[in-house]
Protein backbone atom coordinates (compact mmCIF):
# COMPACT_ATOMS: atom_id res chain seq x y z
CA UNK A 1 0.00 0.00 0.00
CA UNK A 2 1.34 3.26 -1.03
CA UNK A 3 0.11 6.75 -1.19
CA UNK A 4 0.91 10.36 -1.45
CA UNK A 5 0.86 13.03 0.89
CA UNK A 6 1.84 16.65 0.28
CA UNK A 7 3.84 15.13 -2.63
CA UNK A 8 5.94 12.45 -0.08
CA UNK A 9 5.26 8.86 -0.83
CA UNK A 10 4.81 6.65 1.85
CA UNK A 11 4.60 2.71 2.15
CA UNK A 12 2.15 2.12 4.34
CA UNK A 13 3.14 -1.62 5.09
CA UNK A 14 7.01 -0.28 6.18
CA UNK A 15 5.36 1.89 8.83
CA UNK A 16 5.02 0.92 12.75
CA UNK A 17 1.88 1.27 14.74
CA UNK A 18 2.50 4.82 15.72
CA UNK A 19 3.84 6.01 12.57
CA UNK A 20 1.16 4.84 11.08
CA UNK A 21 -1.40 6.30 13.91
CA UNK A 22 0.41 9.37 13.49
CA UNK A 23 0.26 9.98 10.15
CA UNK A 24 -3.33 9.06 9.70
CA UNK A 25 -3.70 11.78 13.05
CA UNK A 26 -1.60 14.60 10.80
CA UNK A 27 -3.77 14.03 7.66
CA UNK A 28 -7.39 14.21 9.59
CA UNK A 29 -6.61 17.26 11.52
CA UNK A 30 -5.24 18.97 8.52
CA UNK A 31 -7.13 18.19 5.76
CA UNK A 32 -4.37 16.65 3.85
CA UNK A 33 -5.01 14.59 0.50
CA UNK A 34 -4.11 11.75 0.36
CA UNK A 35 -3.47 9.82 -3.22
CA UNK A 36 -3.80 6.05 -3.43
CA UNK A 37 -0.71 5.05 -5.74
CA UNK A 38 -2.30 1.71 -6.47
CA UNK A 39 -3.22 2.96 -9.73
CA UNK A 40 -3.03 5.95 -12.15
CA UNK A 41 -6.09 7.02 -14.25
CA UNK A 42 -4.53 9.51 -17.18
CA UNK A 43 -2.18 10.51 -14.29
CA UNK A 44 -4.85 11.09 -12.00
CA UNK A 45 -4.87 9.01 -8.13
CA UNK A 46 -7.91 7.76 -6.48
CA UNK A 47 -8.14 9.91 -3.28
CA UNK A 48 -8.60 8.84 0.30
CA UNK A 49 -9.25 10.57 3.96
CA UNK A 50 -9.03 9.49 7.18
CA UNK A 51 -11.75 8.69 9.41
CA UNK A 52 -11.89 9.25 13.27
CA UNK A 53 -14.31 6.78 15.52
CA UNK A 54 -15.02 8.88 18.76
CA UNK A 55 -15.73 5.65 20.84
CA UNK A 56 -12.46 3.48 19.92
CA UNK A 57 -10.73 6.90 19.23
CA UNK A 58 -8.85 5.06 16.33
CA UNK A 59 -8.27 6.55 12.79
CA UNK A 60 -8.13 4.74 9.64
CA UNK A 61 -8.73 5.71 5.92
CA UNK A 62 -11.85 5.23 3.82
CA UNK A 63 -11.79 5.61 -0.02
CA UNK A 64 -13.20 9.16 -1.38
CA UNK A 65 -16.60 9.25 -2.94
CA UNK A 66 -15.32 11.86 -5.14
CA UNK A 67 -13.19 8.67 -7.12
CA UNK A 68 -17.15 7.07 -8.01
CA UNK A 69 -18.18 10.47 -9.44
CA UNK A 70 -14.99 10.90 -11.55
CA UNK A 71 -14.92 7.49 -12.22
CA UNK A 72 -11.68 7.07 -10.63
CA UNK A 73 -10.80 3.65 -10.08
CA UNK A 74 -8.89 1.80 -7.52
CA UNK A 75 -6.52 -1.21 -8.74
CA UNK A 76 -7.98 -4.47 -9.48
CA UNK A 77 -6.09 -5.82 -6.07
CA UNK A 78 -6.48 -2.58 -4.24
CA UNK A 79 -8.69 -2.99 -0.88
CA UNK A 80 -10.67 0.64 -1.21
CA UNK A 81 -11.46 -1.19 -4.47
CA UNK A 82 -15.50 -1.51 -4.23
CA UNK A 83 -15.59 -5.08 -6.29
CA UNK A 84 -12.62 -6.16 -4.41
CA UNK A 85 -14.37 -5.88 -1.21
CA UNK A 86 -17.37 -7.79 -2.80
CA UNK A 87 -14.91 -10.31 -4.16
CA UNK A 88 -13.91 -10.90 -0.49
CA UNK A 89 -17.35 -10.86 0.80
CA UNK A 90 -18.34 -13.46 -1.62
CA UNK A 91 -15.23 -15.56 -0.26
CA UNK A 92 -16.27 -15.29 3.17
CA UNK A 93 -13.99 -12.11 4.49
CA UNK A 94 -15.57 -9.31 5.63
CA UNK A 95 -13.63 -5.88 5.18
CA UNK A 96 -15.09 -4.03 8.51
CA UNK A 97 -15.03 -0.21 8.31
CA UNK A 98 -11.26 0.40 10.10
CA UNK A 99 -10.21 -1.64 7.36
CA UNK A 100 -10.07 -5.03 9.24
CA UNK A 101 -10.52 -8.36 7.94
CA UNK A 102 -13.42 -10.23 9.76
CA UNK A 103 -14.68 -13.93 9.05
CA UNK A 104 -15.47 -16.85 11.05
CA UNK A 105 -14.08 -20.39 10.38
CA UNK A 106 -15.18 -23.28 11.77
CA UNK A 107 -16.04 -27.16 11.82
CA UNK A 108 -18.72 -27.54 9.42
CA UNK A 109 -20.07 -30.95 8.20
CA UNK A 110 -19.43 -31.29 4.42
CA UNK A 111 -22.19 -33.46 2.14
CA UNK A 112 -19.98 -36.34 2.93
CA UNK A 113 -20.29 -36.23 6.28
CA UNK A 114 -16.87 -35.31 7.07
CA UNK A 115 -15.99 -32.52 9.24
CA UNK A 116 -13.48 -29.83 7.64
CA UNK A 117 -13.13 -26.09 8.20
CA UNK A 118 -14.99 -23.24 6.36
CA UNK A 119 -14.57 -19.79 6.59
CA UNK A 120 -18.07 -17.25 6.83
CA UNK A 121 -18.23 -13.55 6.90
CA UNK A 122 -19.88 -12.89 10.87
CA UNK A 123 -22.51 -10.45 9.30
CA UNK A 124 -25.58 -11.01 11.31
CA UNK A 125 -28.83 -10.18 9.30
CA UNK A 126 -27.94 -12.31 6.21
CA UNK A 127 -30.47 -14.48 3.89
CA UNK A 128 -29.49 -18.23 4.08
CA UNK A 129 -28.77 -17.92 0.54
CA UNK A 130 -26.46 -15.31 0.85
CA UNK A 131 -25.18 -17.34 3.83
CA UNK A 132 -24.19 -20.32 1.93
CA UNK A 133 -22.88 -18.05 -0.77
CA UNK A 134 -20.19 -16.95 1.74
CA UNK A 135 -19.42 -20.11 3.11
CA UNK A 136 -15.79 -21.21 1.53
CA UNK A 137 -15.75 -25.22 0.48
CA UNK A 138 -13.52 -27.16 2.76
CA UNK A 139 -9.71 -26.97 2.55
CA UNK A 140 -9.43 -23.53 0.44
CA UNK A 141 -10.72 -21.21 3.28
CA UNK A 142 -7.41 -21.09 5.16
CA UNK A 143 -4.94 -20.70 1.93
CA UNK A 144 -7.37 -17.73 0.47
CA UNK A 145 -7.75 -15.96 3.66
CA UNK A 146 -3.62 -16.48 4.12
CA UNK A 147 -3.38 -15.19 0.26
CA UNK A 148 -5.78 -12.19 0.90
CA UNK A 149 -3.11 -12.02 4.00
CA UNK A 150 0.06 -12.14 2.30
CA UNK A 151 -1.31 -9.26 -0.31
CA UNK A 152 -2.19 -7.02 2.53
CA UNK A 153 0.66 -5.37 3.00
CA UNK A 154 2.68 -5.93 -0.63
CA UNK A 155 4.58 -9.27 0.48
CA UNK A 156 3.88 -10.32 -3.06
CA UNK A 157 5.56 -7.45 -4.27
CA UNK A 158 9.09 -6.90 -5.64
CA UNK A 159 10.25 -3.07 -5.58
CA UNK A 160 14.17 -3.75 -5.78
CA UNK A 161 14.72 -0.67 -3.53
CA UNK A 162 12.50 -1.81 -0.59
CA UNK A 163 13.50 -3.96 2.08
CA UNK A 164 11.62 -7.38 2.08
CA UNK A 165 10.43 -7.69 5.66
CA UNK A 166 8.17 -10.38 5.35
CA UNK A 167 7.27 -10.64 8.73
CA UNK A 168 7.02 -7.69 9.47
CA UNK A 169 4.34 -7.31 6.60
CA UNK A 170 2.76 -10.64 8.02
CA UNK A 171 2.59 -9.33 11.42
CA UNK A 172 0.67 -6.06 10.14
CA UNK A 173 -1.86 -8.17 8.31
CA UNK A 174 -2.35 -10.37 11.41
CA UNK A 175 -2.94 -7.20 13.03
CA UNK A 176 -5.60 -6.48 11.30
CA UNK A 177 -7.35 -9.47 10.82
CA UNK A 178 -10.21 -11.36 13.33
CA UNK A 179 -10.91 -14.71 12.97
CA UNK A 180 -13.94 -16.06 14.92
CA UNK A 181 -14.07 -12.57 17.00
CA UNK A 182 -10.29 -12.91 18.16
CA UNK A 183 -7.14 -11.43 16.97
CA UNK A 184 -4.80 -12.88 14.49
CA UNK A 185 -2.21 -11.16 16.55
CA UNK A 186 -3.02 -13.00 19.76
CA UNK A 187 -3.49 -16.10 18.08
CA UNK A 188 -1.49 -16.23 15.69
CA UNK A 189 1.99 -18.16 15.41
CA UNK A 190 4.36 -16.44 12.35
CA UNK A 191 7.52 -18.60 13.32
CA UNK A 192 10.26 -16.57 14.08
CA UNK A 193 13.72 -17.08 15.45
CA UNK A 194 13.28 -15.36 19.17
CA UNK A 195 8.97 -15.92 19.58
CA UNK A 196 7.90 -19.33 20.44
CA UNK A 197 5.41 -21.30 19.62
CA UNK A 198 2.66 -21.74 22.12
CA UNK A 199 0.50 -24.62 21.75
CA UNK A 200 -2.08 -23.90 24.08
CA UNK A 201 -2.85 -20.14 22.30
CA UNK A 202 -2.00 -20.43 18.93
CA UNK A 203 -4.42 -21.50 16.30
CA UNK A 204 -2.84 -20.54 13.34
CA UNK A 205 0.67 -21.47 12.58
CA UNK A 206 2.38 -19.86 9.73
CA UNK A 207 6.06 -20.68 8.85
CA UNK A 208 8.39 -21.59 5.62
CA UNK A 209 9.93 -24.88 5.00
CA UNK A 210 10.74 -27.71 2.41
CA UNK A 211 8.25 -30.52 1.55
CA UNK A 212 11.41 -32.66 1.28
CA UNK A 213 12.31 -32.55 4.58
CA UNK A 214 9.00 -33.95 6.42
CA UNK A 215 9.91 -37.28 7.73
CA UNK A 216 7.45 -39.86 9.72
CA UNK A 217 8.88 -40.39 13.42
CA UNK A 218 10.08 -43.36 13.80
CA UNK A 219 7.34 -45.65 16.40
CA UNK A 220 4.53 -42.57 16.10
CA UNK A 221 1.31 -41.13 13.89
CA UNK A 222 3.08 -38.03 13.65
CA UNK A 223 5.01 -36.31 10.81
CA UNK A 224 7.96 -34.07 11.41
CA UNK A 225 7.95 -30.65 9.42
CA UNK A 226 10.78 -28.27 9.98
CA UNK A 227 10.02 -25.00 10.31
CA UNK A 228 11.89 -22.03 9.10
CA UNK A 229 11.47 -18.02 10.67
CA UNK A 230 9.95 -15.49 8.28
CA UNK A 231 11.96 -12.84 9.76
CA UNK A 232 15.06 -15.16 8.83
CA UNK A 233 15.03 -17.99 6.86
CA UNK A 234 18.14 -19.60 6.97
CA UNK A 235 17.31 -20.28 10.78
CA UNK A 236 15.05 -23.35 11.82
CA UNK A 237 12.37 -21.65 14.29
CA UNK A 238 10.46 -25.16 15.09
CA UNK A 239 9.60 -28.90 14.69
CA UNK A 240 6.21 -28.58 13.55
CA UNK A 241 4.51 -32.23 14.58
CA UNK A 242 1.02 -33.28 12.83
CA UNK A 243 -0.19 -36.22 13.43
CA UNK A 244 -0.72 -38.74 10.29
CA UNK A 245 -4.40 -37.99 9.70
CA UNK A 246 -3.89 -34.45 9.16
CA UNK A 247 -0.65 -34.27 6.93
CA UNK A 248 -2.62 -37.17 4.56
CA UNK A 249 -5.20 -34.91 3.96
CA UNK A 250 -2.94 -32.01 3.26
CA UNK A 251 -3.37 -29.52 0.68
CA UNK A 252 -0.36 -29.60 -1.76
CA UNK A 253 -1.74 -28.05 -4.83
CA UNK A 254 -0.03 -29.40 -7.81
CA UNK A 255 2.78 -27.40 -8.05
CA UNK A 256 5.79 -28.70 -8.67
CA UNK A 257 7.77 -26.37 -5.91
CA UNK A 258 8.98 -27.67 -2.87
CA UNK A 259 9.79 -24.64 -1.02
CA UNK A 260 6.90 -22.99 0.51
CA UNK A 261 4.73 -21.75 3.38
CA UNK A 262 2.64 -24.78 5.69
CA UNK A 263 -0.42 -23.15 7.62
CA UNK A 264 -1.58 -25.21 10.56
CA UNK A 265 -5.18 -24.49 11.71
CA UNK A 266 -6.12 -25.34 15.03
CA UNK A 267 -9.30 -25.13 16.95
CA UNK A 268 -10.86 -25.95 20.40
CA UNK A 269 -13.08 -29.46 20.82
CA UNK A 270 -15.49 -29.85 22.79
CA UNK A 271 -13.70 -30.50 25.39
CA UNK A 272 -12.10 -26.91 24.84
CA UNK A 273 -8.66 -28.70 24.15
CA UNK A 274 -7.02 -27.28 21.11
CA UNK A 275 -6.64 -29.67 17.95
CA UNK A 276 -4.82 -29.64 15.10
CA UNK A 277 -7.29 -30.12 12.47
CA UNK A 278 -6.11 -29.00 8.53
CA UNK A 279 -2.69 -28.35 7.06
CA UNK A 280 -2.23 -26.60 3.50
CA UNK A 281 0.95 -25.74 1.67
CA UNK A 282 1.46 -22.78 -0.31
CA UNK A 283 4.23 -23.35 -2.89
CA UNK A 284 6.39 -19.83 -2.88
CA UNK A 285 9.80 -18.68 -4.27
CA UNK A 286 12.83 -18.96 -1.92
CA UNK A 287 14.48 -15.37 -1.92
CA UNK A 288 11.51 -13.30 -2.04
CA UNK A 289 9.14 -15.55 -0.72
CA UNK A 290 6.44 -14.57 -2.89
CA UNK A 291 4.03 -17.29 -3.31
CA UNK A 292 3.79 -19.02 -6.87
CA UNK A 293 1.32 -21.30 -8.27
CA UNK A 294 4.23 -23.15 -10.64
CA UNK A 295 7.92 -23.69 -11.40
CA UNK A 296 7.75 -21.99 -14.56
CA UNK A 297 6.10 -18.91 -12.52
CA UNK A 298 9.19 -19.40 -10.53
CA UNK A 299 12.06 -19.04 -13.30
CA UNK A 300 9.91 -15.82 -14.52
CA UNK A 301 9.76 -14.70 -10.66
CA UNK A 302 13.57 -14.85 -10.35
CA UNK A 303 14.42 -13.78 -13.85
CA UNK A 304 12.56 -10.29 -12.82
CA UNK A 305 14.10 -10.49 -9.60
CA UNK A 306 17.64 -10.91 -10.87
CA UNK A 307 16.96 -8.55 -13.43
CA UNK A 308 15.82 -5.66 -10.47
CA UNK A 309 12.08 -5.40 -12.39
CA UNK A 310 9.62 -3.93 -10.02
CA UNK A 311 6.87 -7.14 -10.45
CA UNK A 312 3.36 -7.73 -8.04
CA UNK A 313 2.27 -11.09 -7.97
CA UNK A 314 -1.67 -10.64 -8.04
CA UNK A 315 -2.90 -13.44 -5.41
CA UNK A 316 -6.51 -12.16 -4.87
CA UNK A 317 -8.08 -10.02 -7.76
CA UNK A 318 -11.90 -8.62 -8.72
CA UNK A 319 -12.33 -10.69 -11.33
CA UNK A 320 -11.70 -14.30 -9.30
CA UNK A 321 -9.32 -17.10 -10.21
CA UNK A 322 -10.38 -16.78 -13.85
CA UNK A 323 -8.82 -13.39 -14.69
CA UNK A 324 -5.98 -14.16 -12.54
CA UNK A 325 -2.61 -12.60 -14.16
CA UNK A 326 0.37 -14.32 -13.30
CA UNK A 327 2.73 -11.30 -12.63
CA UNK A 328 1.94 -7.59 -13.09
CA UNK A 329 4.78 -5.19 -14.08
CA UNK A 330 3.91 -1.95 -12.84
CA UNK A 331 6.19 0.20 -12.13
CA UNK A 332 5.85 1.90 -15.98
CA UNK A 333 2.43 2.65 -17.42
CA UNK A 334 0.73 1.22 -18.93
CA UNK A 335 1.34 -1.63 -16.78
CA UNK A 336 1.82 -5.11 -18.20
CA UNK A 337 0.79 -8.76 -17.33
CA UNK A 338 2.49 -11.39 -18.03
CA UNK A 339 1.04 -14.90 -18.36
CA UNK A 340 2.89 -17.97 -18.03
CA UNK A 341 1.47 -20.13 -20.47
CA UNK A 342 2.73 -23.61 -19.32
CA UNK A 343 -0.02 -25.74 -21.38
CA UNK A 344 -0.34 -24.33 -24.52
CA UNK A 345 -0.49 -27.23 -26.39
CA UNK A 346 -4.18 -27.76 -24.37
CA UNK A 347 -7.01 -26.49 -26.84
CA UNK A 348 -8.92 -25.30 -23.80
CA UNK A 349 -6.06 -23.89 -22.22
CA UNK A 350 -5.38 -21.82 -24.98
CA UNK A 351 -8.64 -20.62 -25.54
CA UNK A 352 -8.84 -19.80 -22.04
CA UNK A 353 -5.88 -17.73 -22.63
CA UNK A 354 -7.26 -15.91 -25.44
CA UNK A 355 -9.98 -14.34 -23.69
CA UNK A 356 -7.67 -13.36 -20.69
CA UNK A 357 -5.98 -11.91 -23.34
CA UNK A 358 -8.96 -10.07 -24.40
CA UNK A 359 -9.65 -9.47 -21.00
CA UNK A 360 -6.55 -7.54 -19.64
CA UNK A 361 -6.13 -5.78 -23.15
CA UNK A 362 -9.73 -4.20 -22.47
CA UNK A 363 -8.62 -3.17 -18.91
CA UNK A 364 -5.68 -1.07 -20.41
CA UNK A 365 -3.15 -3.58 -19.48
CA UNK A 366 0.22 -4.77 -22.06
CA UNK A 367 0.23 -8.10 -22.34
CA UNK A 368 3.10 -10.19 -22.40
CA UNK A 369 2.81 -13.79 -22.80
CA UNK A 370 5.48 -16.81 -22.19
CA UNK A 371 4.99 -20.11 -24.25
CA UNK A 372 7.52 -21.83 -21.83
CA UNK A 373 8.65 -23.77 -24.74
CA UNK A 374 10.15 -21.00 -26.08
CA UNK A 375 13.45 -19.24 -24.35
CA UNK A 376 12.71 -16.63 -21.92
CA UNK A 377 15.28 -14.35 -22.62
CA UNK A 378 13.61 -13.70 -26.56
CA UNK A 379 10.65 -13.05 -25.05
CA UNK A 380 11.21 -10.49 -22.44
CA UNK A 381 13.89 -8.81 -24.01
CA UNK A 382 11.55 -5.86 -24.86
CA UNK A 383 10.51 -4.89 -21.60
CA UNK A 384 14.02 -4.58 -19.96
ZN1 LIG B 1 -6.11 2.18 -4.13
Known amino acids: MEWKVNNEKYDIGSLNDNERTELYRQCRENKLQIECLCQSNNNVFPKLHIKHNKNSGLFYPANNPSNSKKSINHSDDCIFNTYFRQHLKSKGILLNEEGKFVCV ?119 NIPLFALNNPSEKAMDLKVPKWIYEKATFTQANVNFGYFLLWRDYDQQDTLRDLELVFVPAEKETMIPIDSSFEEIMLCHLYNKKIQFKKPLVMVDGDDYLPDFILDQKLPHTVIEVAGLLHNEEYKTHLELKQQHYQSKGYKYLEWDVRRDLKAVIKDII
Open 105 to 223: IKRKKNANGKTGSAATSSLTKRSETEQRNSVITSQTALRFLFLTLVQKYGVNRYIPSQQRNVHKRLYKAFCDTLINKKELKDIGYLAHEKYRYNYKKHQLVVGIGNRTDIEKEPGTVFY
